[in-house]
């Protein structure tokens, strides 16, 4: 029996493939990688979009010229250096993220905070004694020394963060608003890490009637986000700014600096020491130990206030930071006065376990 092409019972058979499974799966995962890819570099980009203003800029021109020129520049690294290196507890740190850290690192959802908020009122009358400090959480201080007034590290934002919906989150609101804080004769920026200088809050005091004196490089920050220039002082250790009759001593810190992956210690960190006529103020920034701290209690001391940072011993970090031991160390060696009822009082910030304000 013969079929024709055009006979309707005559089926052809099903093409079988011949590429090996191997292939198939292959060309299969690369497809899920290639999306799953383009997803992240998608999410990057938004993320990257989102911070971009936040995490500030670099330096250049002329700013960049005299960070180059500074004793503390780094033109191999093209970076500033501690004189003593920072050694950081890397696996410390991972063993810690792994583990889930300490149950104390931060205060459970049912703990309310003991916050004692702070009564705008209280400004319009001077210190009896000529100084008074007002600790307004993480690195804020509101110091009134001999009838100025000085502002450290301020963080009103709700995060220490790039972004406003990620990152170490606060605590407690700000004891008093921005908006009800005095009037200021400066502000003291120590080094821009995130938790110590705070975009949103800036853009909020941009238009202020004050002077931001910052470390080396971090003005370029400030001024891109609608600081006039004129109002950033930018200062390298031992540099002295005379506001009124107080001179705000720039200082040395142990420490390091950067708002992302790309400009680690770009810009300075610092400490400041404020000398006025009749009282002295010690504020250390973010630091270690390091020898010449000795020197800075010797050659602007001794203080009536000392305001050292501590961090908690669970906290793996910088040789020389952690441990509640530390500030005393540091406080004896910046040469503070012995406590008395009026101004002798050696205080320690950043008492709070973690990053949060």
Not at 87 to 92: A, E, Q, S, V, Y
Not at 199 to 209: F, G, K, L, R
Not at 229 to 250: F, K, N, P, S
Request: charged letters at 20%; a negative charge.
């Amino acid at each position: 029996m013969s079929t024709t092409l055009e006979d309707p019972l005559v089926l052809s058979a099903p093409q079988v493939s011949t590429r090996p499974r191997w292939k198939v799966w292959g060309r299969r995962i690369a497809i899920v990688v290639g999306v799953l890819l383009a997803l992240f570099i998608v999410i990057a980009i938004v993320l990257i979009a989102i911070a971009w203003e936040a995490m500030g800029t670099a330096p250049e021109g002329e700013r960049l010229e005299r960070m180059q020129a500074s004793p503390q520049w780094d033109a191999d690294a093209e970076a500033f250096e501690n004189p003593l290196p920072l050694w950081n507890d890397t696996w410390g740190g991972l063993w810690q993220f792994v583990a889930g850290g300490s149950d104390d690192a931060s205060p459970d959802e049912e703990t309310e905070l003991p916050v004692i908020d702070v009564d705008p009122e209280m400004f319009d009358t001077a210190p009896a004694t000529g100084l008074r400090i007002t600790w307004l959480g993480h690195s804020i201080m509101l110091m009134e020394i001999d009838g100025h007034r000085f502002l450290t590290d301020p963080v009103f934002g709700p995060r220490a963060s790039p972004f406003s919906f990620i990152g170490p989150e606060r605590w407690y609101a700000p004891p008093i608003a921005l908006d009800d804080l005095p009037e200021l004769d400066a502000v003291l920026i120590s080094h821009d890490h995130y938790d110590h200088l705070d975009h949103p809050t800036i853009v909020e005091m941009a238009d202020w009637d004050t002077t931001f004196i910052v470390p080396l490089g971090v003005g370029a920050h400030l001024e891109y986000w609608g600081v006039p220039a004129e109002r950033i002082v930018e200062v390298d250790w031992g540099d002295v700014t005379r506001i009124g009759d107080v001179d705000v001593h720039c200082t040395q810190a142990r420490h390091a600096s950067g708002r992302h992956a790309f400009d680690q210690n770009r810009t300075l960190w610092a400490g400041y020491a404020l000398l006025g006529p009749e009282h002295r103020v010690y504020f250390s920034g973010d630091t270690g130990m390091f020898p010449e701290l000795a020197e800075i209690g010797a050659e602007l001391g001794p203080f009536d206030v000392t305001m050292v940072e501590v961090a908690p011993t669970t906290e793996p970090g910088p040789t020389g930071t952690r441990g509640p031991s530390m500030p005393y160390r540091r406080t004896r060696c910046s040469a503070a006065r012995p406590s008395s009822p009026s101004t002798g009082v050696s205080s320690i910030w950043r008492c709070t376990a973690g990053p949060n304000p």
